[in-house]
């Protein structure tokens, strides 16, 4: 059998011709005419007003926050269990991250917590994360957020392509943060935007990532800012990126109902002491989920571990869920309790789903699971 990588981007020669005749046409490779027509196209698709390219899916944190006033020495609150880029943006420009445990039902920041919090500190801003695309409670923290006159901005780096109650993800923040890196379902190798429906918003943005410059070309600069700008030959890869978005979409729709077909059954201990839970689809009206990556919690971290070791040995490719921010040695809290994420992250397991994946290699996963189990 052939390996099976857990992710891996996936280019043709569509992207190959795009930039073979974007350099035969003598742009200057830095952010022009393609990076206006490629943030086009996400306004386009997730419905926001404004969209910002910027370097990465982390920087465009840091600017976020930023934009909308956070100085240093504040506290932004993050959800304990995400990608270690949310709380470094958060750290990077001087501020406080304060972790928030996640809910049982998906692994995204608990609106008791975000309330719990906000009540004995002073928070200025809380970053979503919806992690693996799930959302959770996002729409509640986000009223809270207003109520409370605090900020809210959206993670959303591997979330394009969803939405939730008839809106894209990201979009009901402040502001909504997207990656383009390597293992996102688009990707231009490095890369990120912001997506905001806010002109002021749009126009800080617009200036913190191009050195706080007046306008166009100029050299007055009023503003603070620095360079997080993209590139045309990037943008020429992203639009015919986004091209193919659609079809990746329904490609991972499609993954995801053949591993959950196959591995739901496994949800209540069996006999052979398999244990797999995995989150169910969301369904609701206006909701289109698709998963990230294909996401399974066995019945503990050693269980996992040597689950992912046996796949190896089968030339599967798997990656371990990030293992709460808490237990990372840059942020190690040993003195808080984050039960919940303390609980399923060390158990999570991300399944190979790359887009090119094939049904034959889903039911070869499985068979290989099925087989450790001895079932
Ligand atoms: C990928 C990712 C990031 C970081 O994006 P980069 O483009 O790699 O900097 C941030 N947050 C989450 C949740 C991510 O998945």
Known sequence: MDFIPQMEPNFSSEEADAVYDYMKSGGWVTEFKKSREFEQMICDYTGAKFCHLVNNGTLSLSLALLAVGVQPGDKVLVPNLTMIATPNAVKFIGCVPVFGDV???????????????????????????????????????????????????????????????????????????????????????????????????????????????????????????????????????????????????????????RYYDRLNQYSVQSSHGIKIEMFPPNNQEGTSWIPWFVDIYLSSEKVRDNLMVYLKSKKIETRKVYPPINRQKIYESPDQDFPVSNDWAPRGLWLPSSSKLSHEDIDQVCQEIENFFNC
């Open 103 to 257: 809910s049982g039902d998906s692994l995204t920041l608990d609106m008791k917590e975000v309330k719990r919090i906000c009540r004995k500190e002073k928070i200025k801003a809380v970053i979503h994360v919806s992690l693996n695309t799930r959302v959770g409670d996002l729409t509640h923290i986000k009223d809270f957020c207003t109520k409370n006159n605090i900020s809210f901005i959206e993670d959303s780096a591997q979330s394009l392509g969803s939405f939730y109650k008839g809106k894209h993800v990201g979009t009901f923040g402040d502001i909504g943060s997207f990656s383009f890196s390597s293992p996102k379902i688009i990707s231009t190798g490095q890369g990120g935007c912001l997506v905001t429906n806010d002109e002021e918003l749009s126009e800080k943005i617009r200036r913190l990532k191009d050195f706080g410059r007046d306008g166009g070309g100029n050299d007055s600069h009023p503003y603070f800012g620095i360079n997080c700008k993209f590139t045309d030959l990037q943008s020429v890869i992203g639009i015919e990126q986004m091209k193919k978005l659609p079809e990746r979409v329904d490609k991972m729709k499609d993954t995801w109902k």
